[in-house]
T-cell receptor, first 122, second 118 residues
């Protein structure tokens, strides 16, 4: 089963308008973290915003905000006032525990969704 | 304050050769993570290391792949006897703190190494 689902392969938005990129996740853990990263055509991965499972308020970072609905297990990214430079691939990711060879628990693994390509039109 | 540095940016190898990918974490970061991205896909976790320790290698293929993060120097991802299916972008990330469930510990990524196997 998919742990992270991004149902929109591609999205289009007019410059200066807002856009919402969808992300749903699946976990039975109470303690987890949710991330959004941007990957422009140049290929690097740029951290945008983070939401912890115990955070009561939705995260915001400049023009980025995260619409966190815990009961629905969704963590949608909202980009306000879109700019041409926002055109890129956007990935949602979740930090989840894994069992280590030593018998402990590690939280080092991020599981990524398939991504959404955002195109901003002038 | 330099970010995560990966080199080389592009690497071409013939089948059967070895590939060595290097990653220098951000200053002050002692936790390193390696991910692989196949074309048109998201990133897949491979391994999580601290200095001189492998913490989680649950995503590493059982054969031909190894990773290290020595006390001095960069982290190295090594692929022996490469095959065409190893062609991918390999990303390294680093963070300053041990990973916890809901704690705000961000993994910052390098620009990646694009490996092409001929």
């Amino acid at each position: 089963a998919q742990k992270i689902t991004q149902t929109q392969p591609g999205m289009f938005v007019q410059e200066k308008e807002a856009v919402t990129l969808d992300c749903t996740y699946d976990t039975s853990d109470q303690s987890y973290g949710l991330f959004w990263y941007k990957q422009p055509s140049s290929g690097e991965m740029i951290f945008l915003i983070y939401q912890g499972s115990y955070d009561e308020q939705n995260a915001t970072e400049g023009r980025y905000s995260l619409n966190f609905q815990k009961a629905r297990k969704s963590a949608n990214l909202v980009i306000s006032a879109s700019q041409l430079g926002d055109s890129a691939m956007y990935f949602c990711a979740m930090r989840e525990p894994t069992d280590t060879n030593a018998g402990g628990t590690s939280y080092g693994k991020l599981t990524f969704g398939q991504g959404t390509i955002l195109t901003v039109h002038p | 304050n330099a970010g995560v540095m990966q080199n080389p940016r592009h690497l071409v190898r013939r089948r059967g050769q070895e590939a060595r990918l290097r990653c220098s974490p951000m200053k002050g970061h002692s936790h390193v993570y390696w991910y692989r991205q196949l074309p048109e896909e998201g990133l897949k976790f491979m391994v999580y290391l601290q200095k001189e320790n492998i913490i989680d290698e649950s995503g590493m293929p059982k054969e031909r792949f190894s990773a290290e993060f020595p006390k001095e120097g960069p982290s190295i991802l090594r692929i022996q006897q490469v095959v065409r299916g190893d062609s991918a972008a390999y990303f390294c990330a680093s963070s300053p703190l041990p990973e916890t469930g809901a704690g705000k510990n961000i993994q910052y990524f390098g620009a990646g190494t694009r490996l092409s196997v001929l």
